[in-house]
């Protein structure tokens, strides 16, 4: 990596032509160097590779004599290049965090980045964080989505002139975000890349692709099976509920599908078992949550509807029972009321034929 920092000579001493560097926190190199005397370029160029670890130096132009001349400044005529090979500069320890747990590193100086690099990805299942060179930067990212993953980095120690610590503020952290949308009009609960809407008219649930902004056309071909739970044929008497399909092209995730385990298969258990558990977690989780909607929606909408239609017949049962109780009296009554006009006819036509008797019987 191109050396990006200051170079400063020195002359305000007497070293007795010894040449030495140092470099400060903030990556600049410092070269002593003797007050009364000429410098070989070479020595300086020692100095460097010698005094500072993970530094290199070398002489990439031959104008001028090759000498440093303290009295004429003709250090402008003579080009030096450094060379940082991504070494750290000092021993430095810190403590790595992520969704799924921590680790300290103890990282000794000369480490270069790629070297940092695997040694963070080894452990990556551990923390929830990857690593990789973005360039000559180390960028760390978090193998999970959303306000629950998150990356924490924390210098604990790191030994003298290290510049590992000056670029990481302290207590570092990055905390991810959940993806929003809208779904008709309607906003949809984000969890990491995964979008959820329920509604009366739709219930759906997707996974986005990371970094994917702008908007998504789809065409519902199909509105599952649908249940008639009121008396009236209206969209609130009525509940839908569809199956995806559950095949290996569909189960699965971000990590792949499930048809990806088979042998010879990119996620196969002897190319790479740890995207086969996490494609095998995944599908788990959609067949789980699959069970879970459907037995939810048996609890609460088609067993709670039977009660109530179990209630509704009971209640109407109850009421033809009394309405029939009704009719049974009244008719006993209307049977009573002739009853008693018969036994009152029958009562007066007996007298009347008893009065022509009393008559007969006056005259004789």
């Known amino acids: 990596m191109e050396f990006n920092g200051t170079i ?38 020692a100095a460097i590779e010698n005094d500072l670890t993970g530094y290199s130096a070398e002489l990439t132009t031959n104008d001028g004599d090759g000498i440093l001349h303290i009295a004429d400044d003709s250090i402008a005529t003579t080009e030096i290049e450094d060379a940082d090979d991504g070494g750290i500069t000092a021993d430095v320890v810190f403590e790595l965090a992520g969704s799924t747990g ?11 980045l790629d070297q940092l690099i695997s040694q963070i990805n080894l452990v990556s299942e551990a923390t929830g964080v990857t690593a990789v060179a973005n360039g000559t930067t180390l960028e760390l990212n978090s193998s999970e989505y959303g306000s629950k993953s998150f990356v924490d980095l ?9 510049t590992f610590g000056a670029v990481v503020n302290e207590g570092a952290r990055a905390t991810g975000t959940d993806v929003k949308a809208k779904v008709n009009g309607v906003d949809a609960s984000g969890d990491g890349n995964k ?7 739709l219930d759906l649930n997707m996974s986005v692709e990371a970094d994917y902004v702008g908007s998504i056309e789809f065409d519902i071909n199909g509105g599952g099976a649908l249940f008639q739970l009121g008396s009236q044929v209206v969209a609130n008497q009525q509940a839908r ?21 088979g042998e010879g298969g990119r996620a196969a258990l002897g190319t790479d078992p740890t995207a086969a ?18 037995g939810a929606f048996q609890r609460t909408t088609i067993e709670s509807n039977l009660v109530s239609l179990n209630d509704t017949v009971a209640n109407l049962q109850e009421a033809e029972s009394s309405i029939r109780d009704a009719d049974f009296a009244a008719e006993s009554a209307r049977l009573t009321r002739a009853q008693i006009l018969v036994q009152s006819g029958t009562s007066v036509l007996s007298l009347a034929n008893q009065n022509p008797q009393n008559v007969l019987s006056l005259l004789g």
């Open 8 to 45: 400063t000579i020195d002359s305000s001493g007497d070293t007795g032509g010894a040449v030495t560097a140092s470099v400060d926190e903030n990556n600049n190199i410092t070269i002593t160097v003797d007050d009364d005397s000429d410098t070989d370029l070479a020595d300086i160029i």
């Open 102 to 112: 921590s680790e300290v590193f103890n990282i000794s100086a000369g480490t270069t």
């Open 195 to 201: 979008l959820t809407i329920n509604t009366g008219t």
């Open 277 to 294: 558990a996490a494609i095998v977690d995944e599908a788990i989780d959609q067949v789980t949550g699959l069970r879970g909607r459907l």
């Open 241 to 261: 509920i569809g199956i995806g399909s559950v095949n290996t092209a569909q189960l699965g995730g971000v990590s792949g599908k499930l048809f990806e385990l």
């Open 154 to 162: 924390k210098v604990i120690e790191e030994g003298e002139n290290g």
